[in-house]
């Protein structure tokens, strides 16, 4: 009868403590994880000796919220704009020249489109418009 009684005693095994150091453990290394910075020794490679090519064929049309166009140190009036730009556009390559146009963003959509419009019937056809963003 004792070798039946021992057999009958089935052992529990008590996770709890497991768990509980698990736990810790788990918490611990999320809290030190973030933390941790990587640092890796790079050595970038030389750039070529080139100079930066000079953006000389860029073209900036700023107009103000009174609709006056401003192109360099030039001022011009707003509807008589397409003729006096034709006659500015003559002095550039119209292929090769970026033209960014900068307005005021309490100018009504018509207006900006325009500038846009007349820009592009000079022949320019690289034209831009410039956000803040």
Not at 26 to 40: F, N
Not at 81 to 102: E, G, H, M, W
């Amino acid at each position: 009868m004792d070798e039946q009684y021992l057999w009958e005693d089935k052992p529990e095994l008590n996770i709890t403590p497991l768990v509980d150091i698990m736990l810790v453990l788990l918490a611990i290394l999320m809290v030190t994880t973030p933390t941790i910075v990587y640092q890796e020794d790079i050595t970038l490679p030389k750039g070529s000796k080139s100079v930066k090519k000079v953006q000389d064929n860029m073209l900036e049309v700023r107009i103000d919220k009174h609709k006056k166009i401003y192109i360099k140190n030039t001022t011009y009036d707003y509807k008589i704009f397409p003729d006096s730009f034709n006659l500015l556009a003559k002095q550039y390559s119209k292929k090769d020249t970026s033209v960014f146009i900068r307005a005021d963003k309490d100018l009504s959509y018509e207006s900006v489109v325009y500038i846009l419009k007349s820009i592009k019937e000079a022949g320019f056809t690289k034209v831009s418009l410039v956000t803040n963003g």
